[in-house]
């Protein structure tokens, strides 16, 4: 496979953006807000107490950069990147990390050798990767300013996540008191129930099903981002199916199965991480436009970033 250099990639996303039409989202009210004042806004209203250590901090860019324009994702990809300055917009809230783990940092990790210390800082740094690098130059080259929202987010009551999958889905008149978490939607089968959402929530081949087919469908859970074991014992007893996105195979998929084994008429649908945060950031645009009027926000999907071969 032939690699492209990182001047050249950068060069050719560049004048892709350039070259395509702008529907521009980009509009000041009252004047200028810079992008630390909107994360002052965001701690001030988010409605949960600001950790002092979070991951939610800025990523790429200049604290003191005007902004234009709001863009909310699930992951700030180089296609969302490329869209939000199509748009006009040069700040995006992300919900995950830029540059692909929690450290977000703008190289590559150091590969830690078995035994050494997690504190160990003896170990050469790695060589510049090229996708890490085009990354961080096309960040910089359009005065892109990343906020990473999740923590905080996450905390909100109702929980946002599960707010927008309901909303998503069309479910909202089917949320059980007043927790969108959990929901009553009228009966149908598994199997046309697995249709529907993955046919909604616009799902390319990130989706897995554990159950039996035709089980009758009623109480419904959701369970977005990384679902852990406890979160589904707990949880699972109460419902037919739980809608999550993503899990450690051995842990609650195993678990499922093994409780379908038993006879239990439950069930687990994996949508992916990334498609059932999406809403919840969606939902998070709208939220910002009631605290910071001077800019417009809006809302790119960063979609499935799975597909699925031909049978």
Same mark, same amino acid.
């Given at each position: ?9 950068? $060069? ?10 702008? %529907?521009?989202?980009?509009? %000041? ?5 810079? @992008? ?8 001030? *209203? ?15 860019? &200049? ?10 994702? @699930? ?32 190289? =590559? ?7 050494? =210390? ?9 060589? $510049? ?6 990354? @961080? ?5 359009? *005065? ?6 999740? &923590? ?7 929980? =946002? ?27 149908? #089968? ?21 159950? *039996? ?7 419904? @859970?959701?369970? =977005?981002? #990384?679902?852990?074991?406890? $979160? $589904? ?25 093994? %409780? ?6 439950? #069930? ?19 939220? !910002? ?21 031909? !049978?």
């Amino acid at each position: 496979m032939h690699l492209i250099s990182r001047r050249k990639f950068v $060069a050719l996303t560049a004048s892709s953006v350039a070259s395509a039409p702008l %529907t521009s989202m980009a509009r %000041t009210i009252n004047g200028s807000i810079t @992008a630390q004042e909107i994360l002052d806004r965001i701690r001030k *209203n988010v409605g949960v107490e600001w950790k002092p250590d979070t991951v939610d901090t800025f990523k790429a860019g &200049d604290a003191a950069t005007a902004v234009t324009g709001i863009v909310t994702t @699930a992951l700030a990809s180089l296609n969302v990147l490329s869209a939000a300055v199509k748009a006009g917009a040069n700040m995006i809230v992300t919900c995950e990390p830029t540059f692909f783990a929690k450290a977000d940092s703008p190289t =590559p990790p150091v590969r830690r050798i078995p035994g050494m =210390p997690q504190n160990d800082t003896s170990s050469a740094p790695p060589p $510049a990767d090229p996708v890490f690098t085009a990354k @961080a130059e096309f960040l910089k080259k359009h *005065n892109l300013v990343v906020l990473r929202l999740s &923590d905080h987010w996450r905390l909100r009551r109702p929980d =946002p996540f599960a707010q927008g999958l309901a909303s998503e889905l069309g479910w909202s008149k089917f949320i059980t008191a007043g927790d969108p978490a959990h929901l009553t939607i009228p009966e149908t #089968s598994l199997d046309a129930l697995a249709s529907y959402v993955k046919r909604t929530l616009k799902s390319r081949g990130g989706m897995r099903v554990v159950g *039996n087919r035709s089980l009758r469908i009623r109480k419904v @859970a959701f369970l =977005p981002g #990384s679902t852990p074991l406890q $979160a $589904a014992v707990q949880t699972l007893p109460e419902v037919d199916t739980i809608i999550a996105g993503e899990v450690r195979e051995w842990e609650t998929v195993e678990y499922v199965r093994d %409780t379908v084994a038993l006879g239990g008429k439950k #069930s687990l649908m994996l949508v992916g991480r990334i498609v059932s945060e999406d809403p919840g950031m969606r939902s998070c645009a709208q939220w !910002l436009k009631t605290i910071v009027p001077e800019v417009s926000s809006t809302w790119i999907s960063a979609g499935d970033p799975y597909w699925r071969p031909t !049978l």
